[in-house]
C-alpha cells in the first residue's frame, strides 16, 4: 500500500469548512473516489492543538496514485486551488509504503 500524508493548519474559524472539505465526504474524497486504487483517507487532529491536522491518504500504489493524479489533473488542481483559501499552511509530510 501506497500513502501520503499531508499537514494542515486551517485559517482561525474556518476550522469547521477545513473539515468539510477534508473529511469522509468532502471534495477530496468525492474526486479520489473516482478510482478503485484509492483505499481511504484518515483526517487526523493534533489533540494538543485547536488546528493542526494531518490527512493520511492510502492508495493500492504509487503507480496507481500518479496514474490518477494525470487522469484527473484539472479537477484535481482546481480543488486544490480552492481549498488554499482555508488553509494558513499546507506542508507535504512524506510519501510511505507500508504492508498490507
Known amino acids: 500500500m501506497f500513502v501520503i500524508i499531508w499537514k494542515f493548519i486551517p ?12 473529511g469522509p465526504h468532502g471534495l ?7 478510482t478503485n ?3 481511504g483517507t484518515s483526517l487526523l487532529k493534533e489533540i494538543d492543538s485547536a488546528n493542526i491536522y494531518l490527512a493520511v491518504d492510502r492508495w493500492n500504489s504509487k ?3 500518479d496514474a490518477f493524479k494525470l487522469r484527473f489533473f ?5 480543488i486544490d486551488q480552492k481549498c488554499r483559501q482555508l488553509t494558513e499552511s499546507e ?10
Open 37 to 39: 486504487d484509492y483505499l
Open 74 to 78: 484539472e479537477e484535481y488542481h482546481l
Open 91 to 100: 506542508e507535504f509530510v512524506g510519501e510511505y509504503k507500508t504492508k498490507r
Open 11 to 22: 485559517k482561525r474559524g474556518l476550522e469547521e469548512q477545513f473539515e468539510e472539505v477534508y
Open 28 to 34: 477530496w474524497i468525492e474526486l479520489f473516489s473516482k
Open 63 to 65: 503507480e496507481a496514485y
